[in-house]
């Protein structure tokens, strides 16, 4: 018969279970910091030493990291799919700026139309308080801030799909933004005209996910996220046409 004997879990191996399913879902975030020993094995119900032979083994296989003095972390590595020496080539190439765009366009819209089928209320309510923030935001002329409210709305976009595979995935595709790699979120937001469409674009998008529609939130991303690609293009132009021109300048004061 196949069957073997059930042995008693230890509880360290139920603390481990716990953490690595809080980082497998996002919930705990690359960077976060643990609550102290003191009150994470309070908040676990385990012994400190239960606890510590846990916090070792997930140290071990690198989710967390010691930082002398200060605490338990999240890895880092979690949110970074991509080589130094992958980013830099990424940067360098105009090309790998517009398939980037491309491939966030295809996963979101995918994200937008799981998010209304499976979204849940507590899930709806996130993505409803981020827009509020976003509509509270928009006449302040604060680019930082509502380009970080724009992260965070499409962040709460994929964890509403519930598939942790495409949140981690899209995590390490947010943070090539977040370092500059590709376009600057901020300047999106710095002129009026595009801070009004996109405001208007977010709405459909939320709408959608609100009203529990997969086609119109699918569609919604796939029109914000054109729009962004025909920005980038737009500006990517006026540069090289501003460059060209500051040359001729150059060249016709140099004439006799």
């Known amino acids: 018969m196949p069957f073997t004997r059930v042995e008693p879990e230890k509880l360290s191996t139920s603390v481990i279970r716990q953490i690595e399913q809080l980082i497998l879902r996002g919930i705990l975030r690359p960077g976060e910091r643990l609550p102290s020993e003191r009150e994470l094995s309070e908040k676990l119900g385990v ?11 997930l140290q071990e296989r690198g989710l967390v990291t010691a ?24 940067a360098a190439h105009d090309e790998a700026l517009f398939d980037y765009v491309a491939f966030r ?5 995918m994200a937008a139309e799981r998010a209304a089928r499976l979204a849940t209320d507590a899930d709806r309510a996130v993505l409803q308080e981020i827009f509020d923030k976003m509509e509270a935001s928009h006449d302040r002329r604060d680019p ?20 942790v595979v495409m949140l981690h995935m899209m995590r390490s595709m947010y943070e090539l ?39 119109a939130a699918s569609a919604a ?36």
């Open 67 to 90: 930082r002398p003095g200060s605490g338990i972390y999240v890895a880092e590595v979690l949110g970074s799919a991509f080589s130094p020496a992958l980013r830099q080539l990424f």
């Open 221 to 256: 991303v796939r029109t914000h996220l054109g729009y962004v690609e025909q920005a980038l293009r737009d500006d990517l132009r006026a540069r090289r046409n501003a460059e060209i021109a500051e040359q001729r300048l150059a060249r016709e004061r140099r004439q006799p």
């Open 177 to 215: 933004l977040r370092e500059g790699v590709f376009y600057n979120r901020q300047v999106m937001f710095a002129q009026q005209t595009s801070r009004a469409a996109l405001l208007d674009q977010h709405r459909a998008i939320n709408a959608a996910i609100q009203h529990r529609d997969p086609e």
């Open 144 to 163: 930082e801030r509502n380009a970080r409210l724009d992260a965070q709305f499409h962040s709460a976009i994929i964890e509403a799909s519930h598939n």
């Open 47 to 57: 012994s400190r030493p239960s606890l510590r032979d846990a916090i070792a083994d």
């Open 105 to 109: 366009r295809d996963i979101e819209a």
